[in-house]
C-alpha cells in the first residue's frame, strides 16, 4: 500500500495528497493531472479508455494509479473507490471532471442518450462524492496542521445559462451545479470543501465536435478557453477554495446576470446566438474546420 507522504504546510497545497480525477484521459483532464503532479499530488486517474490513461502517466513525474472504468455503471464507481483506498489508503481531493454532451435534436434524442448524459454529468459526480465522502473528511495532516478533503467539480457555463441546442446537457449540468452548491452548505460543518469550476467554451475535441454538428453558438460568444486554463483554474479553487470560479470570469457575470430575469432570454437569446455565431465561424476558419450538416448523428465525442 502506498501512503501520502506529509509535507510542511504552506496555505492549502495539493502535495502530498491523494487526488482522484475523472475524466483524466481528455484534454482537460490531462492538464488537471499534469497541474496536481507538478504540485507533488499522488494521484488516482480515472477514464473509459486504459490507452488514453497510459498516454497522460507516460507525461508525469511519478507513477499514477489508472483506472479503467465506465461511470455509467454503479459498480464501477463502488470498484473506484475500493481500489483507490486499497493503493493508497487515503483520498483527499475529488476532481469531478468527467464529462459528456451529444448533439441531438432533443425532440429526436434516445432513451440511451439521454442517460448517458444525465448518467456521467450528473449521478456519477453524486456517487463519486458519497462514495468519498467518508475519507475526504478525514482530512490530512499537513506539518502538524489539519487540512480538509476537498471536492472540485468541472460543471459548465450551461449550469448557468440553459443551451436550447443541448436540452439534456443543460438540464444535468443545472442539476450537477445545484448538487454541488447543496453539498457545499451540506458538508460545510463535516471538514469537506467543495468547489465548482464552471467554464464557457473549452478548446477540446468535444468543443469542435459541437462546432461542426450543429451545437450552440452560446459556445462561441467569448474566445474558447484553453484546457490549461480550466486546470489552472481547478489548482487556484485548491489553494484559495472558493465555491464558484468561472472560466473566464466575464462569462460567469454576464451568465449569472441574464439569469436574475429569465423572463427576458427569449428576447436575449437571439441576440447572443447572432453574436454567438460570427464566433463559431471565426473558430472554424481558425481551426480550419469544415462544417458538417447538423444534427446528422449522435455521437459522444
Same mark, same amino acid.
Given at each position: 500500500?502506498?501512503?501520502?507522504? +506529509?509535507?510542511?504546510?504552506?496555505?492549502?497545497?495539493?502535495?502530498?495528497?491523494?487526488?482522484?480525477?475523472?475524466?483524466?484521459?481528455?484534454?482537460?483532464?490531462?492538464?488537471?493531472?499534469?497541474?496536481?503532479?507538478?504540485?507533488?499530488?499522488?494521484?488516482?486517474?480515472?477514464?473509459?479508455?486504459?490507452?488514453?490513461?497510459?498516454?497522460?502517466?507516460? *507525461?508525469?513525474?511519478?507513477?499514477?494509479?489508472?483506472?479503467? !472504468?465506465?461511470?455509467? *455503471?454503479?459498480?464501477?464507481?463502488?470498484?473506484?473507490?475500493?481500489?483507490?483506498?486499497?493503493? $493508497?489508503?487515503?483520498?483527499?481531493?475529488?476532481?469531478?471532471?468527467?464529462?459528456?454532451?451529444?448533439?441531438?435534436?432533443?425532440?429526436?434524442?434516445?432513451?440511451?442518450?439521454?442517460?448517458?448524459?444525465?448518467?456521467?454529468?450528473?449521478?456519477?459526480?453524486?456517487?463519486?462524492?458519497?462514495?468519498?465522502?467518508?475519507?475526504?473528511?478525514?482530512?490530512? /495532516?499537513?506539518?502538524?496542521?489539519?487540512?480538509?478533503?476537498?471536492?472540485?467539480?468541472?460543471?459548465?457555463?450551461? =449550469? @448557468?445559462?440553459? @443551451?436550447?441546442?443541448?436540452?439534456?446537457?443543460?438540464?444535468?449540468?443545472? =442539476?450537477?451545479?445545484? +448538487?454541488?452548491?447543496?453539498?457545499?452548505?451540506?458538508?460545510?460543518?463535516?471538514?469537506?470543501?467543495?468547489?465548482?469550476?464552471?467554464?464557457? =467554451?473549452? /478548446?477540446?475535441?468535444?468543443?469542435? $465536435?459541437?462546432?461542426? $454538428? =450543429?451545437?450552440?453558438?452560446?459556445?462561441?460568444?467569448?474566445?474558447?478557453?484553453?484546457?490549461?486554463?480550466?486546470?489552472?483554474?481547478?489548482?487556484?479553487?485548491? $489553494?484559495?477554495? *472558493?465555491?464558484?470560479?468561472?472560466?473566464?470570469?466575464?462569462?460567469?457575470?454576464?451568465?449569472?446576470?441574464?439569469?436574475?430575469?429569465?423572463?427576458?432570454?427569449?428576447?436575449?437569446?437571439?441576440?447572443?446566438?447572432?453574436?454567438?455565431?460570427?464566433? *463559431?465561424?471565426?473558430?472554424?476558419?481558425?481551426?480550419?474546420?469544415?462544417?458538417?450538416?447538423?444534427?446528422?448523428? !449522435?455521437?459522444?465525442?
Amino acid at each position: 500500500m502506498i501512503r501520502a507522504a +506529509l509535507t510542511p504546510r504552506s496555505g492549502r497545497t495539493p502535495q502530498g495528497a491523494v487526488a482522484v480525477v475523472t475524466g483524466a484521459a481528455g484534454a482537460i483532464g490531462t492538464e488537471i493531472a499534469l497541474a496536481l503532479d507538478a504540485a507533488g499530488a499522488h494521484l488516482a486517474l480515472v477514464d473509459l479508455h486504459r490507452d488514453g490513461l497510459e498516454a497522460v502517466q507516460a *507525461r508525469l513525474s511519478r507513477p499514477a494509479q489508472l483506472i479503467a !472504468a465506465d461511470l455509467t *455503471r454503479a459498480a464501477d464507481i463502488t470498484r473506484i473507490r475500493e481500489e483507490v483506498i486499497h493503493w $493508497h489508503g487515503a483520498c483527499h481531493l475529488l476532481i469531478n471532471n468527467a464529462g459528456v454532451v451529444i448533439v441531438e435534436p432533443f425532440e429526436d434524442s434516445r432513451t440511451d442518450t439521454i442517460e448517458t448524459e444525465l448518467n456521467v454529468n450528473l449521478l456519477a459526480p453524486a456517487l463519486l462524492s458519497r462514495e468519498f465522502f467518508p475519507w475526504l473528511r478525514l482530512g490530512r /495532516d499537513q506539518g502538524g496542521a489539519w487540512q480538509q478533503g476537498q471536492i472540485v467539480t468541472v460543471v459548465s457555463m450551461a =449550469g @448557468i445559462i440553459p @443551451i436550447a441546442e443541448s436540452a439534456v446537457y443543460t438540464a444535468s449540468k443545472f =442539476g450537477l451545479r445545484g +448538487l454541488m452548491l447543496a453539498l457545499a452548505q451540506r458538508f460545510a460543518g463535516q471538514g469537506v470543501l467543495v468547489s465548482s469550476i464552471l467554464p464557457g =467554451g473549452v /478548446d477540446t475535441g468535444m468543443l469542435r $465536435h459541437e462546432a461542426t $454538428h =450543429g451545437g450552440s453558438p452560446l459556445n462561441f460568444l467569448s474566445e474558447p478557453q484553453t484546457a490549461r486554463q480550466v486546470a489552472q483554474a481547478v489548482l487556484a479553487s485548491i $489553494h484559495r477554495p *472558493r465555491l464558484e470560479r468561472y472560466v473566464p470570469y466575464g462569462d460567469g457575470l454576464s451568465g449569472r446576470l441574464a439569469m436574475l430575469w429569465p423572463g427576458l432570454l427569449p428576447r436575449l437569446t437571439p441576440l447572443m446566438n447572432v453574436l454567438g455565431e460570427r464566433g *463559431r465561424q471565426r473558430y472554424l476558419k481558425t481551426r480550419g474546420l469544415t462544417e458538417v450538416i447538423p444534427h446528422d448523428s !449522435a455521437q459522444t465525442p
